[in-house]
C-alpha cells in the first residue's frame, strides 16, 4: 500500500540533477515545512515545528524540476510517501522521502511562468520526420507545382495540402 501527501513547504537545499548510466534522470532536494499558528493570548503567528522531507523526481519530471526550481522557492509537492529507520554506528534516524508524482511554485507566495516541454526524444524524431516528409519529398523539398502554388496563393507559404494536412488528427505529432 502507498500512501499519497501532498505538502507545502521552502526548497531548502540546491536541488541536485543527475542521469543515471542507464539514462534515468534523477533530481532530488530536501524541504522544510514549518507549520504556522495563531498565537491567541499575544495576538500573533508563531511557528511551529520544522518537519523536513526529501523530494525526488524521475524522469521528464527530474528535468524540469531542475530547470525549474532553487533553493528558497516556494513549492507544492504531491507524490508517495515513504518512511525509512537507519542506523549507521552509533547513529540512528528516520528518513521521510516523497517520490514527487507533481511538482510545482506555490503560487500563494508568487507568480510563476509556464512553458511547455516535449516529452520524449520520439516525439521530436517524429517532428523531424514530419517536416522531412509533410511534401513526400525527403529533407523537406518541395515539388515545383507545390512551390509554385504556394507562392501563388497566399504568399505566405501555405497550400491546400497543408490546410488539409493540419486538419487531419493523425499528423499531429506533438503529443498531449
Known amino acids: 500500500m502507498t500512501d499519497t501527501i501532498t505538502i507545502t513547504g521552502l526548497v531548502a537545499t540546491v536541488p541536485r540533477h ?51 526550481i532553487s533553493k528558497g522557492d516556494r513549492v507544492v509537492a504531491t507524490g508517495r510517501l515513504r518512511i525509512r529507520d537507519w542506523e549507521n554506528g552509533e547513529r540512528a534516524g528516520t528518513n521521510v522521502d516523497i517520490e514527487a508524482d507533481a511538482l510545482g511554485h506555490d503560487l500563494s507566495w508568487g507568480t510563476s511562468s509556464f512553458s511547455r516541454t516535449i516529452a520524449t526524444a520520439a516525439a521530436e524524431a517524429a517532428l523531424t520526420q514530419q517536416a522531412g516528409d509533410a511534401d513526400g519529398f525527403p529533407g523537406g523539398a518541395e515539388s515545383p507545382d507545390t512551390a509554385a502554388d504556394t507562392d501563388a496563393d497566399s504568399g505566405a507559404g501555405a497550400s491546400a495540402d497543408d490546410a488539409t494536412q493540419a486538419s487531419d488528427p493523425e499528423s499531429v505529432a506533438v503529443p498531449f
Open 18 to 68: 543527475l542521469v543515471t548510466t542507464e539514462g534515468l534522470s534523477i533530481t532530488s532536494f530536501r524541504l522544510a515545512s514549518t507549520q504556522r499558528r495563531f498565537d491567541r493570548s499575544h495576538e500573533r503567528w508563531v511557528d511551529g515545528d520544522t518537519n523536513w522531507y526529501t523530494i525526488t523526481t524521475f524522469r521528464q519530471l527530474a528535468i524540469n524540476a531542475a530547470g525549474s
